[in-house]
């Protein structure tokens, strides 16, 4: 491509949007659906962020099931398929299923990759490419303010910017001897560690795939954090280490050379007279002993940033292990109005994380959604543009929930965290709010409503909750959980009425 | 505004707070790793009283009011903790908590909070002294 012909030359818009990950391709389209300008730029040379990159091991840890008890491309779908991203036309949709070998329902590192090429090409998402963004700066002036965001080809103005850059910048904690780590990023081809003692600091999902991968190579390998590894066949969610990478834990307990270390980390030293190797020295934080473990390698898989550049200096708070932005329900930075956030940096907003289970919005199948949501708002909150608030008659309510519990992928991927409204509009009568955060409609009060959701408890058990607005008021109203998770039936029509009644009593008998 | 602080300084700062003055430095570098850290704006709605499934939560920055059927119960600050009579009875959240100005929290899923306490006998005792003090308080007022 010519420099003439790169799209989004240096200038003013309505909106930049930062990174060409799913984050933002996704919201990318998603503000085209919603008639909002916007340039999107990207330092990476093509689309795909992280998964140009990683997992180290190629293969992701969210499925998509290329044969599913719903047709591939409809909406009912993308329950079953969590790496596709969103589209309206059917040559955009479910592309992540026709792109697998068969081999495995997590879909390799380059088939990911491919799928959001080919998603960018069929939808017509344009992005500057090899755009830097270096700097960014706050505009206060009478038409509102705004920002300067400075990159390697220029300067754009924008009122409001959409980061999605991802949360993939390696971090490692100070510590003595951290450098003489390397990070996760900075790991070698797995035969390289063949015959080497290997020592992992941190026992998440990307220090039990290293471990993992590196089983058939390394002679032994300890994985050291200061608390006990959670698993998600525990948790009974997405928190904690992934059931497929659960093996290294299986040969700890079985004595096969796998440590699993509750520890804290004093030091890391080169050992005296050792031929290159380190001396690793930890405190138990279980018995308080000190342990010192003597090895060739230290990988610190301890996470990830969000690479957000100068925005804490211009007033984005940002808090926690993974830096995350301060935001709102909406993806707004509470202390920077006007800079959003798309892509896996919006798991900042966790919403109730209710029964200990968070959200999928660190996930492709939970941000996108999340984009489709942030965009609707955006286009009312900032461009003023009147979005569609479809009727619903009385005698089709129930139906409507019901439908939506059994087909809307929105609420199955993004339980007690985006939830459908019904709203009693006093002039209007009963209409179709959209999806919304959950702790909007909580929060916000409002004529009576109904919003739908579904959730999960830490038991395994996923139900349907409905939470009625009633004078102002806010009811949690939870469904019996069924054991095949059909909630369109008769008996659970019959409790979605009796529920809504609740809120409108006029709703006829179904 | 900066308002990270890094982990030595939240190791630190929660070092001092009752609720876990007894614990060695290695347990309280855990304690991080086992809690997550979040942060609340002014004005948000923290606990949803009526709402199940809330968690358990230690202010490590910032205010909040207590808040039952529209009545200001209490005020929180930093090194109170909020969250854990709901967990521990099995009950919905019988308050709202509102931040007063931001907020950053330790928070715990309320799942976990049972065998956190039971590994953690120290903390399980200081939390019984604040809720016997709580609740001497509470006879002294009439409330």
Known sequence: ?510 | MRVMIDRDELIDAISGFGLFSDLSAPQLEAIIHIFDERMFAEGETIVHQGLSGSGFFVIVDGEARVEADGRELARLQRGDFFGEVAILIGVPAIADVIATRQMRCLVLPGPQLESFLISHPKVMYRMLQAQTRRLRAANRTGT
Request: aromatic fraction near 8%.
């Open chain 1, 1 to 510: 491509m010519t420099e003439s012909t790169r799209p989004f030359p240096p200038g003013s818009y309505p909106v930049v949007v930062i990174g060409s990950g799913p984050g933002g391709i996704q919201v990318s389209y998603a503000l085209r659906r919603n008639g909002i300008e916007h340039a999107v730029i990207s330092e990476d040379p093509s689309p795909g962020g992280m998964f140009r990159r990683w997992p180290h091991f190629q293969r992701l840890l969210s499925w998509t099931k290329p044969h599913a008890p719903e047709p591939v491309g409809s909406r009912a779908y993308e329950r079953y398929d969590w790496n596709s991203l969103l589209a309206d036309e059917p040559q955009a949709r479910a592309l992540q299923p026709g792109l697998m070998d068969g081999t495995s329902y997590f879909p390799s590192r380059p088939e990911m990759e491919q799928n959001l090429g080919l998603f960018a090409e069929r939808a017509g998402i344009a992005i500057r490419y090899g755009c830097r963004w270096t700097a960014t700066r706050r505009i206060d002036d009478a038409e509102g303010g705004g920002f300067v965001v400075e990159t390697t080809d220029g300067e754009y103005r924008a009122p409001v910017l959409v980061v999605a850059v991802g949360v993939a910048e390696p971090y490692s904690p100070p510590g003595i001897g951290m450098e003489l780590t390397h990070h996760y990023a900075e790991v070698r081809p797995a035969e390289s560690y063949a015959g080497h003692r290997v020592l992992m600091l941190g026992k998440q999902n990307s220090g039990f795939e290293l471990a993992n991968g590196l089983l058939p190579w390394a002679c032994s390998i300890a994985l050291v954090s200061p608390s006990p590894a959670k698993f998600s066949v525990q948790t009974n969610s997405l928190a904690g280490v992934r059931a497929r990478y659960v093996q290294p834990y299986e040969d700890f307990v079985l004595g096969g050379g796998v440590a699993v270390l509750n520890a804290a980390l004093d030091r890391i030293e080169r050992t005296e007279g050792g031929d290159g190797s380190l001396t690793v020295h930890l405190r138990r934080t279980d018995n308080g002993n000190e342990l010192a473990i003597e090895v060739d390698d230290v990988i610190s898989a301890t996470g990830f940033v969000s690479p957000l550049l100068d925005l804490p200096d211009i007033g984005c708070s940002i808090s926690g292990r993974s830096r995350l932005p301060v935001i709102s329900s909406w993806w707004e930075s509470t202390t920077l109005p006007g800079v959003f956030f798309a892509g896996t940096i919006g798991q900042a907003a966790k919403g109730l994380v209710k029964h200990g289970v968070p959200a999928n919005s660190g996930a492709v199948h939970g941000a996108r959604y999340n984009s489709q949501v942030l965009a609707r708002y955006m286009a009312e909150t900032r461009f003023g543009k009147s979005m569609e608030r479809p009727s619903v008659a009385l005698a089709d309510i129930v139906g409507v929930i019901a439908s939506e519990l059994a087909d809307a992928p929105e609420l199955w991927h993004q339980r007690a965290y985006l939830a459908r409204v019904f709203t009693v509009d006093p002039s209007s009568g009963l209409v179709d709010d959209g999806v919304q955060p959950l702790t909007h409609f909580l929060d916000d009060g409002g004529p009576n409503a109904v919003g739908v959701t579904l959730e999960a408890d830490g038991t395994g058990a996923i139900f349907p909750v409905l939470y009625t607005r009633i004078a102002g008021d806010i009811r949690e109203r939870a469904m019996v959980a069924h054991p095949l998770l059909r909630y369109d039936g008769p008996d659970a029509r019959g409790e979605i009425l009796a529920i809504v009644r609740e809120a409108i009593p006029d709703v006829p008998a179904d």
